[in-house]
């Protein structure tokens, strides 16, 4: 048995989720004609109070198409120097948007609304980038799965909107915050232009990510998803798979974070373990003893047939998700217990 725990993307769509794939009504969605996807899109606008919907192949391409939306070359787009899309987009703010990125020197991937006030409000001077976009990660994944503080946003919106700056969040594990926080998804259509949720983290379906906003941006990021490549055919056998894991897979989100914590709370006492972040969600940020080193602690975890993954800066991450049992929590809690 493997104990996979480098991302909650790595789970596999559980036999009800399969069923509902493969009784998926499809059509040809570059027509517009395949009613899954089209379901999947209004019940995530519907649920979000927001306009409209799109279905795209993955959180990057939302991102980057949300991104291209409310830019021009040359702009400048404010984000956390955590950011994914600073960081793991493969430089697709600069390819595909052309825009340059201040990043704000946050906490775990959070900033406040006076951190941004100078640069949002920056005057149009011919030399300078124009700073038209204010980017919010929640949860923040480099930040350790931690959770914006409802009120901050909104003082960050206020920002945004005195200043006429678009506002986008990434919200790729919005639902691991919501259920953390006890928020709603309406909460957050009404402070954002767009936004940017994944089906393939915590909700466990294979494949899938929806782009939120107006109708009128919708439509032009309808042109730019077919620009980038993602215009999909029969995809609503994936959409059906999304449908499921909205309908099914939401609450139990819980679930990892309480497992999370346990694995926290067994870190925080063990004598190699130097340090770990604050626990929110489904994700462990923690450093072992430099005489240890990280590497050394992953390779010997993976002879137990545990895989964790490196986050750079000696930190080492562990995400909790939909395929990791109560059976491998066991497991796990001992072999760290016994290293
Ligand atoms: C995973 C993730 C994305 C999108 O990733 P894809 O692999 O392209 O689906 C975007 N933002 C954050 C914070 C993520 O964790």
């Not at 919005?174 to 089906?199: H, M, R, W």
């Not at 056998?237 to 099914?248: R, S």
């Amino acid at each position: 048995m493997i104990i996979d725990l480098i991302s909650d993307t790595v789970t596999k769509p559980t036999p009800k989720m399969l069923e509902a794939m493969m009784s998926a009504k499809v059509g040809d969605d570059v027509f517009k004609m395949d009613p899954t996807v089209n379901e999947l899109q209004e019940k995530v606008a519907t649920m979000f109070g927001m306009e409209d919907a799109l279905f795209f192949p993955s959180g990057t391409m939302a991102n980057q198409t949300a991104i291209k939306l409310h830019t021009q070359p040359g702009d400048l787009v404010i984000c956390d120097k955590y950011a994914h899309i600073y960081n793991y987009e493969s430089g697709g703010v600069a390819f595909n948007s052309g825009v340059t990125c201040k990043l704000i020197d946050g906490e775990r991937g959070m900033f406040t609304a006076k951190q941004i006030e100078e640069i949002a409000a920056a005057k149009p001077e011919i030399y300078l980038p124009y700073t038209k976009l204010i980017c919010l990660e929640n949860t923040t994944n480099k930040g350790g799965g931690a959770c914006w503080d409802f009120e901050e946003i909104k003082k960050i919106q206020q920002v945004a909107k005195k200043n006429n700056l678009k506002f986008h969040l990434d919200g790729a594990r919005l639902f691991n915050a919501l259920v953390a926080k006890n928020e709603t998804p309406k909460q957050y259509g009404e402070l954002f232009d767009t936004i940017s949720i994944c089906l393939s983290k915590g909700l466990g379906a294979p494949i899938g990510s929806l782009l939120l906003g107006s109708k009128k941006d919708m439509t032009y990021g309808l042109r730019l998803r077919k620009l980038l490549g993602g215009g999909m055919r029969q995809v609503g056998f994936l959409a059906a798979a999304g449908i499921y894991a909205l309908d099914n897979h939401v609450e139990r989100l819980a679930e990892d974070h309480q497992k999370a914590k346990e694995i926290g709370a067994l870190l925080g006492s063990l004598s190699y373990i130097t340090k770990v972040e604050p626990i929110e969600t489904n994700i462990i940020i923690f450093y072992v003893d430099e005489k240890i080193g990280a590497e050394f602690f992953i390779n010997k975890m993976k002879e137990k047939n545990i895989l964790l993954t490196p986050m750079g800066d000696g930190k080492l991450r562990i995400v909790t998700h939909l395929d990791y049992t109560d059976k491998m929590h066991e497991i796990l809690l001992k072999e760290l217990k016994n290293f």
